[in-house]
């Protein structure tokens, strides 16, 4: 099999073919220019690693975190904002969601998994939940409550199997520099950005201004 030729820990190359500016002759084989992105991602990553060894030793001994672990949470930030500078908070929540005690059950909550459950995965798992099957192009009530979409982290705790995009050089280096923040939430305000709270009541009256248009929570 064509990944484990390329000893990658998973099912496809998801997380692995580094998102850059790359040079081929033309017709050049798919398994070659495949290979040469997986390899600039270990660069990649070698290098980061490397140059920021408190981070990672924090995420492996602290988060308990392998590097397979470490590049899904990175794609998850690199799904979840476009905003340089909000990437190390978000990994930052993520981590917080992780590790601090008191926040149980340990539900990641980031809708980018939902939809890669529900589009891709379903490619390389043969099989789609009956949620994902009303999918379009929208998340609903019942995908969100899926207990069938292994990729819900809305109804299973932790990391989802795998990576669900291929994060660049600045997703990686978020994850390896987490802000240290005690934020465990946070909202779109519509604008691009996202507004950060620590407890379920500063999130909830940031949900009712930005999402609900002042409107009470029901």
Not at 154 to 173: D, F, Q, S
Not at 210 to 216: I, P, S
């Amino acid at each position: 099999m064509f990944v484990k030729s390329l000893d990658l820990p998973g099912r496809t190359l998801e997380g692995y073919l580094f998102p850059d500016t790359y040079r081929f002759v033309p017709n050049s084989q798919p398994r070659r220019v495949l290979a040469a992105m997986v390899r600039h991602h270990r660069q990649v990553w070698e290098e980061l690693r490397g140059a920021n060894p408190t981070g990672a030793n924090y995420l492996r001994t602290k988060v308990k975190l392998d590097e397979a672990s470490i590049v899904t949470l990175a794609s998850i930030v690199e799904k979840e904002t476009g905003q340089p500078q909000e990437r190390p908070r978000i990994a930052q929540v993520f981590i917080n969601r992780l590790i601090k005690p008191n926040f149980k059950p340990k539900l990641l909550q980031t809708d980018p998994t939902i939809t890669y459950g529900c589009t891709v995965a379903p490619i390389f798992l043969g099989t789609t939940s009956p949620a994902c099957k009303k999918w379009d192009g929208r998340i609903h009530r019942i995908q969100l409550e899926d207990t069938e979409n292994p990729y819900n982290t809305y109804t299973h705790e932790g990391l989802p199997p795998g990576p669900i995009a291929n994060p660049g050089r600045a997703a990686l280096l978020a994850v390896l520099r987490h802000d240290g923040s005690n934020y465990l939430y946070f909202v779109s305000k519509n604008d691009g950005t996202h507004h950060f709270s620590a407890t379920v009541g500063e999130h909830e009256a940031a949900v009712v201004k930005y999402q609900r248009d002042g409107k009470a929570m029901p």
